[in-house]
C-alpha cells in the first residue's frame, strides 16, 4: 500500500468545531424567538407608557378646565359685585332719609313726603342692581344677618326674637354687606315672691 492513500488523523480540534458548526442551526432557530420576545416585551412597555400618558393628559386637561371654570366664576362674581364700595357708601344716606322721614312727622308733611319720594326712588335703584334690604324685627336672631346691640328680658317675646331694628341690613345679591343692628329679647326670669309681714 502506497502511502499516498493514507489519511492523516483528523486533529480533535478540528473535530470540535465540526460539531460547533452543526451546533450552530439550533442556535439560530432560538434566536428569532427570543428577538419576537423582546419585541413583545418592549410593545408591552411601550403600550404602559401610552396609557400613563393618556391617562396624565386626561387629568391635566380637567384640571385646565376647572381652572377655567373657576376663572370664569371669578371674573362674574367681580363683575356682579363690582358696585360693593358705591353701595356701601350709598346706605349711610339711606339712613338719614329714613330718619328725616321719622322725625320730621308732624312738623311739615310736605318736606316728609318729598324725603319719602327720594327715598323710594333711591331704594328702587339700589334694587335694581341687586341690593335687598332686611327687615328683622319679628324675626329670630341670625348671627350670620343680624348684630345685636342690646338684649332685654320681654315675656311677651320668644328668646332671641328681634324686638327692634336700629337700622336695616343689606343684602347684594347673596352676599351681606351690612347686618342689621337689632335688639334681641331674653328669657324674662321669675322674680321673687314677696313675702307677707312677720307673723309672731
Known amino acids: 500500500m502506497s502511502q499516498d492513500?493514507?489519511?492523516?488523523?483528523?486533529?480533535?480540534?478540528?473535530?470540535?468545531?465540526?460539531?460547533?458548526?452543526?451546533?450552530?442551526?439550533?442556535?439560530?432557530?432560538?434566536?428569532?424567538?427570543?428577538?419576537?420576545?423582546?419585541?413583545?416585551?418592549?410593545?408591552?412597555?411601550?403600550?404602559?407608557?401610552?396609557?400613563?400618558?393618556?391617562?396624565?393628559?386626561?387629568?391635566?386637561?380637567?384640571?385646565?378646565?376647572?381652572?377655567?371654570k373657576r376663572m370664569q366664576r371669578e371674573k362674574a362674581d367681580a363683575l356682579r359685585f363690582a358696585c360693593e364700595p358705591l353701595v356701601r357708601e350709598l346706605l349711610p344716606v339711606v339712613d338719614n332719609l329714613e330718619r328725616a322721614v321719622d322725625h320730621g312727622a308732624g312738623n311739615g308733611q310736605s318736606v316728609v313726603d318729598g324725603v319719602r319720594l327720594v327715598l323710594k326712588s333711591l331704594l328702587e335703584v339700589l334694587g335694581r342692581h341687586g341690593v335687598k334690604r332686611i327687615d328683622a324685627v319679628g324675626e329670630q336672631f341670625d348671627p350670620t344677618r343680624h348684630e345685636a346691640m342690646a338684649q332685654v328680658a320681654s315675656a311677651e317675646h320668644e328668646p332671641n326674637q328681634v324686638i327692634a331694628q336700629h337700622h336695616s341690613g343689606y343684602l347684594l345679591h347673596d352676599r351681606l354687606l351690612r347686618p342689621a343692628l337689632v335688639t334681641v329679647s331674653s328669657r324674662k326670669s321669675n322674680g321673687a315672691v314677696e313675702s307677707g309681714p312677720d307673723s309672731d
Open 5 to 68: 492513500n493514507v489519511k492523516d488523523p483528523v486533529p480533535p480540534e478540528q473535530t470540535g468545531s465540526a460539531d460547533q458548526e452543526r451546533d450552530q442551526p439550533a442556535d439560530a432557530d432560538a434566536s428569532p424567538e427570543r428577538t419576537i420576545g423582546q419585541l413583545r416585551q418592549q410593545l408591552a412597555d411601550a403600550q404602559a407608557e401610552a396609557t400613563a400618558n393618556h391617562d396624565r393628559f386626561l387629568r391635566e386637561r380637567a384640571e385646565l378646565e376647572n381652572f377655567k
